[in-house]
């Protein structure tokens, strides 16, 4: 699963994304790029979505009381069904997976 959040009322996506890499990661100092900007309207009840992607490099995954584990994988090995909550679109968008 990517580290991700809705937005807090009155949050901008840069201020989420600090949040969440505290939050999520234990992170302070972690430089990200972008956001990338991304609108997908889903399901039958026209579910819409507004993705603010950030991306950042880091040699080693931190370790973090969120999460029993915590680690990077290699995405040109990873199986659709080991990523959580459908984030492959996600990181379609980005260029880190191919949609088949």
Same mark, same amino acid.
Not at 1 to 26: C, I, N, T, W
Not at 60 to 76: I, N, Q
């Given at each position: 699963?990517?580290?991700?959040?809705?937005?807090?009322?009155? /949050?901008? #996506?840069?201020?989420?994304? /600090?949040?969440?890499?505290?939050?999520?990661?234990?992170?302070?100092?972690?430089?990200?790029?972008? #956001?990338?900007? +991304?609108?997908?309207?889903?399901?039958?009840?026209?579910?819409?979505?507004?993705? +603010?992607?950030?991306?950042?490099?880091?040699?080693?995954? #931190?370790?973090?009381?969120?999460?029993?584990?915590?680690? +990077?994988?290699?995405?040109?090995?990873?199986?659709?069904?080991?990523?959580?909550?459908?984030?492959?679109?996600?990181?379609?968008?980005?260029?880190?997976?191919?949609?088949?």
């Amino acid at each position: 699963m990517l580290p991700s959040s809705h937005l807090v009322l009155g /949050e901008g #996506p840069k201020e989420a994304a /600090e949040r969440v890499l505290k939050e999520q990661l234990g992170l302070t100092d972690q430089t990200v790029t972008g #956001p990338l900007m +991304f609108s997908e309207v889903s399901g039958s009840k026209n579910h819409w979505d507004l993705e +603010f992607v950030y991306s950042g490099e880091r040699d080693e995954a #931190p370790s973090h009381e969120a999460w029993s584990e915590l680690k +990077f994988v290699d995405m040109t090995k990873a199986r659709k069904e080991e990523i959580a909550r459908s984030h492959e679109d996600i990181l379609a968008h980005v260029h880190k997976w191919r949609l088949t």
